[in-house]
T-cell receptor
C-alpha cells in the first residue's frame, strides 16, 4: 500500500521567506509526527499529532515554526521568516494509534530544505 | 532529559565478518527501535524491541534489548555490501510517544 508521502521533495528558499511543507500519512494512521534531520543536530522531534488531541509541540525550535493537521489526515509544517539554520531534511512519520502506546512509526521520504 | 548514544559512529566492515553496534540510553523506556537509512533516503524500520531480553532477527541482522543495562545491540553476521547504510536506534518514552534518536552509525562494507 501507499506509504507516507511528502511534498515538495526539495525546496530552496531565500532567507526571510515563509515555506510550507506537506505530509500525507498512511491511510488509517491517526498519529502523525514531524522530525528534522540536520548535520549538526541529528534527528530531532518537532511535533506530534494524535487524533483530536492537542498536539505535542514541545520539539518546535522557535515560534517561527507551526504545524496544522486538517481533518485528521494531511499535515502542513510552516516555517516563517526562514533562517539559514533551518536548512535540513524535514521528515514526517505516521503510526497506528493504540492509545498510550504507539506502534512503529513509518517515515516519509522527507523534504530537503535549503535556505540561502 | 533522555539521551541516546550509539557507538561506534562509523564502522568499516569487511565482507563475511561479524560486527556489533551499541545503543545506550539514559532513562527507563518502554520500547526501542532500530532504523536503517540509505544515502539520500528516508528511514526504514528494522526492529521494535518491547521488553527486557527481547531478541529479533531478520536475515543477517539481530537486535537485542537489555532494559536493566539500558543497552541495545545490533549484531551483523557475515557482513555483505548491501548492508552499507546508516543505522539509528531510537527510544520511545511512554509519556511522550516521540522518538529520541541516537546519532547514527555509518556502516560501510568493503569487499
Amino acid at each position: 500500500g501507499a506509504g507516507v508521502s511528502q511534498s515538495p521533495s526539495n525546496k530552496v528558499t531565500e532567507k526571510g521567506k515563509d515555506v510550507e511543507l506537506r505530509c500525507d500519512p498512511i491511510s488509517g494512521h491517526t498519529a502523525l509526527y514531524w522530525y528534522r534531520q540536520s548535520l549538526g543536530q541529528g534527528l530531532e522531534f518537532l511535533i506530534y499529532f494524535q487524533g483530536n488531541s492537542a498536539p505535542d509541540k514541545s520539539g518546535l525550535p522557535s515560534d517561527r515554526f507551526s504545524a496544522e493537521r486538517t481533518g485528521g489526515s494531511v499535515s502542513t509544517l510552516t516555517i516563517q521568516r526562514t533562517q539559514q539554520e533551518d536548512s535540513a531534511v524535514y521528515l514526517c512519520a505516521s503510526s497506528v494509534d493504540r492509545g498510550r502506546y504507539q506502534e512503529t512509526q513509518y517515515f516519509g521520504p522527507g523534504t530537503r530544505l535549503l535556505v540561502l | 532529559e533522555l539521551k541516546v548514544e550509539q557507538n561506534p559512529l562509523f564502522l568499516s566492515m569487511q565482507e563475511g565478518k561479524n560486527y556489533t553496534i551499541y545503543c545506550n540510553y539514559s532513562t527507563t523506556s518502554d520500547r526501542l527501535y532500530w532504523y536503517r537509512q540509505d544515502p539520500g533516503k528516508s528511514l526504514e524500520s528494522l526492529f521494535v524491541l518491547l521488553s527486557n531480553g527481547a531478541v529479533k532477527q531478520e536475515g543477517r541482522l539481530m537486535a537485542s534489548l537489555d532494559t536493566k543495562a539500558r543497552l541495545s545491540t545490533l549484531h551483523i553476521t557475515a557482513a555483505v555490501h548491501d548492508l552499507s547504510a546508516t543505522y539509528f536506534c531510537a527510544v520511545d518514552r511512554a509519556a511522550g510517544n516521540k522518538l529520541t534518536f541516537g546519532g547514527g552509525t555509518r556502516v560501510l562494507v568493503k569487499p
